[in-house]
Structures are given as C-alpha cells and as structure tokens.
Nanobody
Framework: QVQLVESGGGLVQAGGSLRLSCIAS????????MGWFRQTPGKQRELVAG??????TNYADSVKGRFTIARDNPATVYLQMNRLNAKDTAVYSC???????????WGQGTQVTVSS
C-alpha cells in the first residue's frame, strides 16, 4: 500500500508560479513511476507530467516548457508550475504506480486556481 498527500495548491495570478508537493508513505520502495494529473469539472482527467524511477519524464504538450516534475528522494515528487494561465486551473492529483502489479495510487488532490 502507498499513501500520497499533496500540498501547495492555491490561488495565483496569471503569469505566476506554484510548486506542488506530493509525499508518499507506505511501500515506497515498490514505486516505479510517479506523476501528476489534473481534472476540471466536466472534463476527463489528463496527465500533466510523469517521472519514472530511471529519471525519464514526460509532459502534456500544454505544459511543456512551463512545468517541471522532479523527485529529490524516493518519497517526494514536486511539480514546479511557471507562467500559469487560466487553463491550468484544475484539481491536481499525485499518482504513483508500484510493483509487482502496477497498482495505481492517488492522492486526494489539491486545487489550483489561476486568476486572469
């Protein structure tokens, strides 16, 4: 079992920055990929950024060059979000996948609101 807790969401003006944090607990050693998804009402949840244990990253086209995902220890992943715009407004959720079955775990989500 893995538990994920996000923090760092809030209200920011367009053009500003926020840094989201996700702290994992439980069977951390089994985690092989972590990432961030976001969702707005009436829309499907979308992958924002992903990071594998080998350091490979991937980003949604809409955030490339503005967002950075990083992990400075096995238990913590960050999402640095720069040059935010109103389209980035969403609930952001941390996710982790673990061995041996690829089980996916989710955090409770943190609201990011960008005012224009």
């Amino acid at each position: 079992q893995v538990q994920l807790v996000e923090s760092g969401g809030g209200l920011v003006q367009a053009g500003g920055s926020l840094r989201l944090s996700c702290i994992a607990s439980g069977s951390i050693a089994r985690i092989y990929t972590m990432g961030w998804f976001r969702q707005t009402p009436g829309k499907q949840r979308e992958l924002v950024a992903g990071l594998t244990s080998s350091g490979t990253t991937n980003y949604a086209d809409s955030v490339k060059g503005r967002f950075t995902i990083a992990r400075d220890n096995p238990a913590t992943v960050y999402l640095q979000m720069n040059r935010l715009n109103a389209k980035d407004t969403a609930v952001y959720s941390c996710t982790a996948r673990s061995r041996p079955f690829g089980t996916t775990y989710w955090g409770q989500g943190t609201q990011v609101t960008v005012s224009s």
